[in-house]
């Protein structure tokens, strides 16, 4: 993913190209699987070794000091970078998982880890009992940040598929109630799962 590479520039007055960038997440599952999709021997790196003077991808299981603010996807998933950004003292790189019902017109959407904390698996089924359109839209949102005070930069993927039942194992927030082609989340195995791409990705501007 090119988005792992920090920004060079050949403006000299500007900041020296980074050697490091880190993403950092509170959630393990996240951090595995991202790990999983970006690794490569020369351009990742655990904990924060850097004797090389590539560019590193920093993995930081750490989570983001403050609270989630609430508004779009975009504004929560900005949010959440420049604090990153702001307590690393550097460029970073962070993700947001939004879960949109399409019968509830992109609800849970950025707020999905409290619904699936507060009614589970079954309650996210029950949310669309009334509802003959089960889709759903997972929405990954990664965003970049240069360093404190810039703005962030961001990279969306948008995957349709419907909320069943729930099949499969447990380990991943709503992996099991996630249907796509048939299989849920939790039914593939790991690599399946890290290989599937977006059907779409955006830059979303707002
Ligand atoms: O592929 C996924 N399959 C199933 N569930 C997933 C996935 N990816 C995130 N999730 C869950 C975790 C959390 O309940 C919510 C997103 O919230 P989100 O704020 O992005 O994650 P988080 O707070 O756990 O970690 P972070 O420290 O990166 O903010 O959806
Ligand atoms: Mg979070």
Redesign the pocket.
């Known amino acids: 993913m090119s988005s792992s590479t920090p920004t060079t520039t050949t403006d000299s007055s500007k900041a020296a190209r980074p050697t490091t960038l880190n993403f950092i997440?509170?959630?393990a599952n996240?951090l595995a699987?991202v790990r999983a999709i970006l690794f490569t021997e020369t351009n990742v790196v655990e904990g924060g070794d850097n004797s090389s003077n590539k560019p590193q991808l920093v993995l930081q299981s750490r989570?983001?000091p403050g609270h989630?603010i609430q508004g779009s996807i975009e504004e929560v998933a900005r949010d959440?970078c420049s604090r990153a950004a702001a307590v690393v003292g550097g460029p970073v790189l962070?993700?947001?998982?939004a879960?949109e019902f399409a019968a509830y017109n992109g609800l849970p959407g950025p707020y999905?880890?409290y619904f699936?904390q507060a009614v589970g698996h079954e309650g996210l089924n029950n949310m669309l009992a009334a509802y003959e359109d089960k889709t759903a839209f997972a929405v990954c949102t990664f965003a970049y940040c240069g360093g404190p005070g810039q703005d962030p930069i961001l990279f969306q993927g948008r995957t349709q598929g419907r909320i069943v039942p729930a099949r499969g194992p447990s380990n991943?927030?709503?992996?099991p109630v996630f249907e796509y082609e048939g299989k849920t989340?939790a039914e593939m195995d790991k690599a399946e799962k890290v290989r599937l791409g977006p059907q779409k990705i955006i830059r979303p501007s707002a």
Request: glycine share 10%.
């Open positions: 997440t509170g959630n996240k699987e989570d983001v989630e959440k962070t993700e947001d998982t879960l999905i880890k699936l991943f927030g709503w992996d989340y």
